[in-house]
């Protein structure tokens, strides 16, 4: 294992906590600074505030340990080799990425720097924020020689964020210093030099230490371009087979067969080509808007990024004319949803497509029954219980005398229904699934009528007949 090196992380958000606990386990001594006492005494007493895989057993190793929790920033950056910040970037009214938290965590690491330290981008910020970071260094009168700024864009998805950081597909840091880029190297040689992978207790992934990550030098503002460009091709890639998905009903074909076919294209390959009612999340809506808006002050017309955006919202509304094609009327229909995190092993509402959808069923008049694995915490602080919408205990509570059940999230457990029960348990056996969970000819076989995205519609004969006589 390489030598210790001393890092500070600045946001104990998604990113930071999971960098914290990660660097960690790559042996290095961490202190994470939030702004937040009641979060900070949480994650010291061992509670974990994310619903992602090996956290919280990672956080409970190392807490107090090899990593420390404070809210005094001074004392975190206080001899730090390193200092990453991973603060919110939230969207504004234009759709600019809001860097007013990285501005105030730069100004007051420059007030307590006294030896030479790399300040590391990790939020996900636009092309230039290097130069600003530097700048706001500079006129807090930080001498040029005490510091350098680096971007180090996350690739992390959530659910899996923990792997993903400890088994990358590459590891992109973007600096002009070959000192800075010196320290970085340093900070990741466990994994690029494969020695991490043949620790007895190390992550389980794809990563060896035959086939370790790659480190990917660039300059900064290709570095930061990367991050924005990446999420916003994988968007791209969601939305059109989305649209893909939209002229396969039209034609009556099946979209899965063609994502199929597509995908067997090695320069295509099979990722981010399921069809559903659109992507989430706190990265995916974020960074297409900000991409756009960048490339636009910068004089580039990257309109692209405009249908992207158009073709996930209009996802979500035919969903909705979906659903009101299976049940002719809306109003006073009883409805099941399975699903309220934007996807399947994560407890983010943020963004969701389910959580929208919802919401414009409660309008229509439906009174709604829902249930997700994970993220019913926090979906009720926005989504409040009322007589129309009720949170049950798990999916078949969530089935019992509907006049049909949604499928809005892709949780694994959700594709391992028993089918059988479902029908007994649902005043009509229909289904209506906006993430393809199932094959068509299975539900037939257990008696439910399926709806799917961009797949033909698989009507049971014994559903119209109790329609017919009711």
Same mark, same amino acid.
């Given at each position: 294992m390489?030598?210790?090196?001393?890092?500070?992380?600045?946001? #104990?958000g998604?990113?930071g906590?999971?960098? $914290?606990?990660?660097?960690?386990?790559?042996g290095?001594?961490?202190?994470?600074?939030?702004?937040?006492?009641?979060?900070?005494?949480?994650?010291?007493?061992?509670?974990c505030p994310?619903?992602?895989?090996?956290?919280?057993a990672?956080?409970?190793r190392?807490?107090?340990s090899?990593?420390?929790?404070?809210?005094?920033l001074a004392e &975190?950056?206080r001899?730090?080799?390193?200092?990453?910040i991973?603060?919110?970037? @939230?969207?504004?009214?234009?759709?600019?990425?809001?860097?007013?938290y990285?501005?105030a965590?730069?100004?007051e690491?420059?007030? #307590?720097?006294?030896?030479?330290?790399?300040?590391?981008?990790?939020?996900?910020? @636009? *092309?230039?924020?290097?130069?600003?970071?530097?700048?706001?260094?500079?006129?807090?009168?930080? /001498?040029?020689h005490?510091?350098?700024?680096v971007s180090?864009? !996350?690739?992390?998805r959530?659910?899996?964020?923990?792997?993903?950081?400890?088994?990358?597909?590459?590891? *992109?840091?973007?600096?002009?210093? !070959?000192?800075?880029?010196?320290?970085?190297?340093?900070?990741?040689?466990?994994?690029?030099?494969?020695s991490?992978y043949?620790q007895?207790?190390?992550?389980?992934?794809?990563?060896?230490?035959?086939?370790?990550?790659?480190?990917?030098?660039?300059?900064t503002?290709s570095a930061?371009?990367i991050k924005?460009?990446?999420?916003a091709?994988l968007?791209?890639?969601?939305?059109?087979?989305?649209?893909?998905?939209?002229?396969?009903?039209?034609?009556?074909?099946?979209?899965?067969?063609?994502a199929?076919?597509m995908?067997?294209?090695?320069r295509?390959?099979?990722?981010?080509l399921? @069809?559903?009612?659109?992507?989430?999340?706190?990265?995916? @809506?974020?960074?297409?808007?900000?991409?756009?808006?960048?490339?636009?002050?910068?004089?580039?017309?990257? $309109?692209l990024?405009?249908e992207? !955006?158009?073709?996930n919202?209009?996802?979500?509304?035919?969903?909705?004319?979906?659903?009101?094609?299976?049940?002719?009327?809306?109003r006073?229909k009883k409805?099941?949803?399975?699903?309220l995190?934007?996807?399947?092993?994560?407890d983010?509402?943020?963004?969701?497509?389910?959580?929208?959808?919802?919401?414009?069923l409660?309008?229509?008049?439906?009174?709604?029954?829902?249930?997700?694995?994970?993220?019913?915490?926090?979906?009720?602080?926005?989504?409040p219980? #009322?007589?129309?919408?009720?949170? *049950?205990?798990?999916?078949? $509570? &969530?089935?019992?005398?509907?006049? &049909?059940?949604?499928?809005?999230?892709?949780?694994?457990?959700?594709?391992?229904?028993?089918?059988q029960?479902?029908?007994?348990?649902?005043?009509?056996p229909?289904?209506?699934?906006?993430?393809?969970?199932y094959?068509?000819e299975?539900?037939?076989?257990?008696?439910?009528?399926?709806f799917s995205?961009?797949?033909?519609t698989k009507?049971?004969?014994?559903?119209?007949a109790? /329609?017919?006589a009711?």
């Amino acid at each position: 294992m390489s030598n210790t090196i001393r890092i500070a992380v600045v946001g #104990s958000g998604y990113v930071g906590l999971v960098a $914290a606990v990660c660097f960690a386990e790559m042996g290095h001594s961490v202190v994470c600074v939030d702004n937040d006492q009641q979060k900070v005494d949480a994650l010291q007493g061992g509670d974990c505030p994310i619903h992602e895989e090996h956290l919280p057993a990672l956080l409970e190793r190392y807490r107090n340990s090899k990593v420390r929790f404070t809210n005094d920033l001074a004392e &975190a950056t206080r001899g730090a080799e390193a200092i990453f910040i991973a603060v919110g970037t @939230p969207q504004s009214g234009s759709g600019v990425a809001d860097l007013s938290y990285v501005e105030a965590v730069a100004s007051e690491i420059a007030r #307590s720097l006294t030896t030479y330290t790399v300040i590391v981008e990790k939020s996900t910020v @636009p *092309v230039y924020t290097n130069e600003w970071i530097r700048r706001v260094m500079e006129r807090n009168g930080v /001498a040029q020689h005490l510091f350098d700024v680096v971007s180090n864009p !996350e690739f992390l998805r959530e659910g899996t964020a923990v792997r993903d950081f400890l088994h990358p597909d590459r590891i *992109v840091v973007g600096t002009d210093s !070959e000192r800075a880029a010196a320290v970085l190297s340093k900070i990741y040689e466990p994994l690029t030099t494969g020695s991490y992978y043949e620790q007895p207790s190390a992550i389980d992934g794809f990563c060896t230490s035959h086939e370790p990550p790659p480190l990917l030098l660039t300059s900064t503002k290709s570095a930061e371009i990367i991050k924005h460009a990446s999420n916003a091709f994988l968007a791209l890639k969601i939305s059109f087979i989305n649209a893909v998905s939209n002229l396969c009903e039209a034609a009556n074909a099946d979209v899965e067969q063609v994502a199929r076919g597509m995908g067997m294209d090695s320069r295509i390959g099979p990722r981010f080509l399921s @069809p559903g009612i659109g992507y989430g999340g706190s990265c995916f @809506p974020k960074d297409v808007a900000a991409f756009r808006c960048v490339a636009e002050q910068l004089g580039v017309d990257f $309109a692209l990024l405009a249908e992207v !955006e158009n073709i996930n919202k209009d996802q979500k509304i035919r969903f909705l004319n979906k659903v009101r094609s299976a049940l002719w009327t809306l109003r006073g229909k009883k409805l099941g949803v399975l699903g309220l995190a934007f996807k399947g092993g994560t407890d983010d509402i943020r963004e969701s497509p389910a959580i929208e959808i919802v919401q414009m069923l409660i309008a229509e008049g439906c009174p709604i029954k829902v249930f997700d694995p994970a993220a019913m915490e926090r979906a009720e602080q926005v989504l409040p219980s #009322s007589s129309s919408l009720q949170y *049950v205990s798990d999916a078949y $509570a &969530a089935s019992k005398d509907v006049d &049909a059940l949604l499928i809005l999230t892709d949780w694994s457990e959700f594709a391992r229904l028993d089918l059988q029960r479902l029908n007994r348990l649902m005043r009509y056996p229909i289904v209506i699934d906006g993430r393809n969970l199932y094959d068509p000819e299975l539900m037939i076989e257990n008696g439910i009528t399926y709806f799917s995205v961009g797949r033909p519609t698989k009507h049971h004969v014994h559903e119209f007949a109790a /329609a017919g006589a009711n």
